[in-house]
């Protein structure tokens, strides 16, 4: 997602009926995503692919890597783990890149029911977990960040070290991101299907058993029969 915002395309296209990139940019990404396995920079496969999803299995908790990609707030998970402290930054820029590829995405939304018996009272509580202070410092980030910057300066005081170099990070990616477009958070309903296809010619990738060319070819052409089929 970050590579193709940096060259102003994205993974689906508008209508969601198919890819929404050029495949020379797939094949660019993962011939460097290869290219560092090969070199060392990057866990090898039969390592990689074992590790289990839980935070406290992640290489960089055991000291077995210098860097993952995380979500921003399981920085804080990832710290208890390791029992030492950690840092959080931003994707590099990628070279030619059209605009930044970070961007800043709601962890979660709150929505009312149309048809809701209390809708004044459910309005009062989405306010109270937003805007609240008090909700705020039990809260203390573990769902995102709040919006408020009024709120968020309110909260410094009560923040752990991990927590801040988090609030910090999200400053840090608005000032070189750029904006969330709606197709940037398009997700067709045959997307579960298509995150399996990816894995799978993933996998065949980093084994060797294709290459990044062959990959592209494989992943585009069956991705894009999934999603014409929906």
Sequence with gaps: MIYLRQHGQSFYDKSGKKLGYDDSLFVDFYSMFVGLIKDGVIAPPEVSMEIALSVENFLIVKQEAAMTAIYSNQLIAATEAA???LSMT???NSKNQVQGGNFVKASQFFTVAENSKYPEWAVKF????INDLEANKILLAERGIPISSKLREDLQPYLGDAQKKVFAFMDLAVKYGSPVRPIDLLIPPVHPEIEDLL???YQKMIFGEVTPEEAAKEFSEKANEILAKE
Excluded: C, N, S, T
């Excluded at 989405?126 to 977990?129: G, H, Q």
């Design 83 to 85: 029992g030492r402290p």
């Design 90 to 92: 931003i994707w590099p």
């Design 126 to 129: 989405v306010d109270f977990l």
């Design 199 to 201: 894995l799978k010619v």
